[in-house]
């Protein structure tokens, strides 16, 4: 008789395998174009992956600092305060991760107590939740609602209790494209004045933000900068989504718990690379062309659906857009995302699966994302396939 095998109490039992993942299978089943997943279908910078080549030919292939490169990190500070006005110490406030997910969830785990409670704004990026919960907290999630997504701060006055322990915001925002405010900012930063909250802020869409419009990271807020861990994405800004580089920011009193965390998680990130990219970072123009870049795919996608029967309004920053599909079917928005690929040929994320609570209202709603950081013949296939719901 063969020896009965060990059991183990799952510790995320409703997680299943991610949305990304499933979509992303179905596409490649059905031969359908991609715009579920967030990654580019185009390369970046040749410069950059020549960098790369260099550093590997002159040997910097072993470990890098636990914290990261010093030439990157201070290359980052210089980067930072060029754009909000704010100059970290290179030495104790910036740690370099293997991807913004990283360090999230690495942040998350310095900071949560068992039963502790962490507000979140949804719909969000999938990792928020489960890397609450591993850590022992309750997830407390306030509900944004279509189709501006914009935070309901009296809500979130009427959330906070003793028990708050951080609030997670997003901007630009995965999924719904919208962006946070002067104002916001503002708003968060009194109601947490006089409490022992600490903010994450995923900002890894930091440079897609379009129409003219500027990115309001928590780092141009002194009182919010203080108490807050800002995580970043290389991956996001370059087009290198499989390197799996970003960087948190934080303050030293923060930095030291994060960094507690992040020795014993990965210790530190690929060497080349990090080297690579503290060169490329001394022209600005790297990044400074990215809104313009994107927003004109963007406009190219929603030109392309126009005279159609989707409906929205335009991202305003991220590169995704959401599309309002009601005019064409009744069905659930995870239905209809499946008969999307099956029968016309194009893969989209359902938002809904994005909510941690599935009430009558967002059931109700009829909104797909879609990944317009493709080049113009992906998204003019696309367009074409989805234009056959005509």
């Avoid at 719909?123 to 509900?143: E, F, H, M, R, T």
């Avoid at 080349?272 to 963007?298: I, W």
């Avoid at 080049?375 to 367009?383: I, S, V």
Wanted: charged share 15%.
């Amino acid at each position: 008789m063969p020896m009965p095998l060990p059991t183990i109490p799952s510790k995320l039992p409703q997680v299943g395998t991610t949305i990304f993942t499933v979509m992303s299978k179905l596409a490649n089943e059905h031969g359908a174009v991609n715009l579920s997943q967030g990654f580019p279908d185009f390369e970046g910078s040749p410069e950059l992956i020549q960098l790369v080549h260099h550093y590997m030919q002159k040997g910097m292939n072993q470990y890098a600092p636990m914290a990261g490169v010093p030439q990157l990190t201070e290359q980052i500070a210089h980067k930072v305060q060029a754009i909000y006005g704010y100059l970290p110490n290179a030495t104790t406030d910036i740690t370099i991760t293997a991807g913004g997910t990283q360090a999230l969830y690495t942040a998350l785990t310095a900071i949560l107590q068992p039963n502790d409670e962490v507000i979140v704004f949804e719909p969000c990026y999938d990792s928020y939740q489960p890397a609450i919960v591993l850590n022992g907290a309750k997830v407390v999630p306030i509900v944004l609602q279509a189709p501006d997504f914009a935070i309901p701060w009296q809500k979130v006055a009427a959330a906070i209790t003793e028990k708050t322990r951080c609030i997670i915001i997003n901007s630009p925002h995965n999924p719904s494209g919208t962006i946070l405010s002067a104002q916001d900012l503002e708003q968060l930063s009194l109601l947490i004045q006089d409490t022992n909250i600490i903010v994450l802020s995923d900002e890894v869409y930091e440079h897609l933000i379009f129409d003219q419009q500027q990115h309001q990271s928590v780092l141009r807020h002194r009182s919010l900068r203080e108490r807050s861990f800002v995580v970043f994405s290389f991956g996001k800004t370059f087009h290198f989504t499989g390197w799996k580089v970003g960087y948190c920011i934080a303050p030293d009193y923060l930095m030291r718990e994060f960094r507690k965390v992040h020795q014993f998680l990965v210790f530190s990130v690929n060497t080349p690379m990090q080297h690579a990219l503290a060169d490329y970072l001394k022209n600005p123009q790297s990044y400074h062309y990215l809104p313009n870049f994107y927003q004109e795919k963007r406009d190219y996608f929603w030109d392309l659906m126009q005279d159609t029967p989707f409906g929205g309004q335009k991202s305003s920053g991220t590169y995704f857009q959401l599309l309002d599909y009601s005019g064409i079917s009744d069905l659930p928005d995870t239905e209809f995302a499946v008969q999307l690929i099956q029968q016309i040929g194009v893969a989209s994320i359902p938002i809904s699966v994005l909510y941690s609570q599935q009430d009558e209202q967002i059931r109700q709603q009829k909104i797909l994302r879609f990944c317009f950081a493709k080049r113009p013949e992906t998204l003019a296939k696309a367009a074409k396939c989805l234009r056959k719901l005509l």
